[in-house]
């Protein structure tokens, strides 16, 4: 069985049995892979095989095609992203992306995917407290966006018109983007004003906007807009946890 040497983040991890554990990663060169590891103990010292979720580095994987659990044989951590772990707000942004990558990513590589993650990560790890809710919301739309889940931000998704770039729109969740000023959205649709447009638009291509606006309304369009369009309507718990500190000129509306 041919060993395949890959970069790989650690996305979850549970026990199999007394001595064995199944770890998931999202491996550069593989895609999502399970594993088998053998020996690692509940507790194990670390470089004893006991990493922690969100740990990147490199993998060596017996890799056989067509079975579900491959063998880990080796996992050398180069970051732990221990800090990722200790602050409840860094922890639920990093557990969006990996929940989304979990649930849709594919069994083949997709490098864009994985440097998304491992780039976005490393931010939210080293981010300001203040900056760690804005690093969340661009790794967390980075993540929808290379999947390929990305909303509609510049055509109108009823009429097909361009809008121009003063106009306000209205947010239609089930149509997975906007409405013009002239087309029907649903009841309690909100509104998404040419800032809030264009700081999404940021957002999806991973970096933080300049002077974010409205995190709180962020953070919930996208709670909102996974929710319908990638968790087959259950919630993330992990939304919970990303409370900006303070909240100014919301330019996306809240939910009514
Ligand atoms: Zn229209």
């Keep these: 069985m041919p060993n395949l040497t ?14 064995s554990r199944v770890l998931r990663f999202y491996a550069r060169d593989l895609g999502l892979v399970g594993v088998m590891a053998r020996g690692v103990h509940r507790g194990a010292s670390r470089g004893q095989g006991g990493v922690g979720t969100f ?4 993998a060596v994987i017996s890799f056989r095609e067509n079975r579900d659990l491959q063998t880990l044989r080796e996992f050398a951590p180069a970051r732990a992203h221990l800090a990722l772990g200790a602050d409840v707000r860094r922890l639920a942004g990093a557990s969006v992306a990996a929940e989304l990558v979990l649930r849709h990513a594919g069994q083949e590589p997709h490098p864009q995917l994985f440097d998304s993650l491992s780039k976005g990560l490393e931010r939210i790890e080293q981010a300001a407290p203040g900056e760690v809710i804005g690093e969340a919301l661009a790794l967390g739309w980075r993540i929808v966006q290379v999947l390929g889940f990305g909303p509609e931000l510049t055509t109108c998704t009823a009429c097909g018109s361009v809008l121009e770039e003063e106009e306000m729109a209205r947010f239609d969740l089930e149509a997975g983007g906007i409405r013009g000023p002239g ?3 649903a009841e309690g649709s909100r509104r ?5 447009r264009a700081q999404l638009g940021t957002l999806l291509r991973g970096k933080v906007p300049d002077g974010l606006r409205g995190a709180r309304a962020h953070v919930s369009l996208l709670d909102d807009f996974t929710t319908f369009h990638m968790l087959g309507g259950r919630r993330l718990e992990s939304f919970r946890f990303l409370e900006p500190d303070a909240d100014a000129g919301a330019e996306v509306s809240a939910r009514n």
């Design 6 to 19: 890959t970069p790989a983040i650690l996305l979850r991890t549970h026990p199999f049995s007394d001595s």
């Design 55 to 58: 740990a990147e580095g490199v």
């Design 183 to 185: 087309c029907p959205a």
């Design 192 to 196: 998404v004003g040419p800032v809030a």
